[in-house]
């Protein structure tokens, strides 16, 4: 492994408002995370022993904002599902989303299906081979598209997920706000410049980065002395790692309410599929209120008198969601329209059927206890 120059390390530091990296640093930085990935990488992982880039891709999208823990078993039965592209792209969404539920985040399962088809539509079922191309299909943005075509095609690209960022600005001292969009770009700029010059290193350093993010550079408490480039990093000398990277702008969360209609009757549950657009979009779900008083309408149209459920409250991205449910169980249908003239369209599923739907986490754990 090369010995790395804390000289390099100190231009780097002092020229970190330029869009430049000391070529002997960036040489010794990419070579050490090569060189670290292949003796104290992870290896075992079952995307990495492979290089299509369809089960590379599912990885890559299942791993976003997912741990690795809860992929593993997910990413198997996904597979055994969907072998390849074509059997992906065939699938109708509703099967798609019931085979994605419990990972969240459903836009990427909907994006998923819409790749897959554009790839059989498109590019005949094979996936285009550069970076560039990668980034033009659905769901594919640029570091997602650069770590494809480095794992599967050994091609020069830039990854930069929330992992490697860290890395990355703390080894440069990269101080300026990710929250703006010119220093993030400059950022990737750095992020291309200490990149191998070797293609066959493209794998080991793109898996090395990922590794030293998730397992070394945390964003609390770093353990900077597993770290391979400790000599190299600035954030190390200076004793603050955890100040990068800086992003001042943070999301404003909002905080929602509703109420959802449990109804049963015969052993089956009424739901209701929400818009293709949205949260849980193309998701089923049951009938949401805004206030109880239109449930408890709703319910007495229906001859019945929901029972109180422990609230559920539930975190998204950019807001807490509290849900009430209520329960309700129907002794008859009315004779309007199977039920759905009161509570719109639906449809009534066994529950012994429910595994079988796409039901958002918190519904399915209400429902099945799962």
Known sequence: MPRPRREAASRAAESSSATEVDADLARQFASLVVAWQREHGRHGLPWQRTRDPYRVWLSEIMLQQTQVSTVLAYYARFLERYPDVPALAAAPLDDVLTAWAGLGYYSRARNLHRCAQAVVAVHGGSFPTSAAQLAELPGIGRSTAAAIASFCFGERAAILD???????SRTLGFGDDLAETRHERRLWSL??????QQGDDMPAYTQ?????????????????????VQALCAAQREGSPE?????TRKLKRSRREHWWLWLEWQDQVWLQQRPATGVWAGLWVLPLFDDEAQLQAAAQGLGSTPEPQPQIEHALTHF???LHPRRAR???LPAADGGSG?????????RDQLGGVALPSPLRKLLLGA
């Open 162 to 168: 929330g992992n490697v960022k860290r890395v990355l």
């Open 191 to 196: 992020a291309e410049a200490v990149l191998p």
């Open 208 to 228: 090395g980065l990922m590794d030293l993010g998730a397992t070394v550079c945390l964003a609390r408490k770093p353990t900077c002395l597993l770290c391979p």
């Open 243 to 247: 100040r990068y990277p800086v992003k």
């Open 320 to 322: 807490d969601w509290v």
């Open 330 to 332: 129907l002794a008859a």
């Open 342 to 350: 009161v509570l719109g369209e639906g449809r009534w599923v066994a």
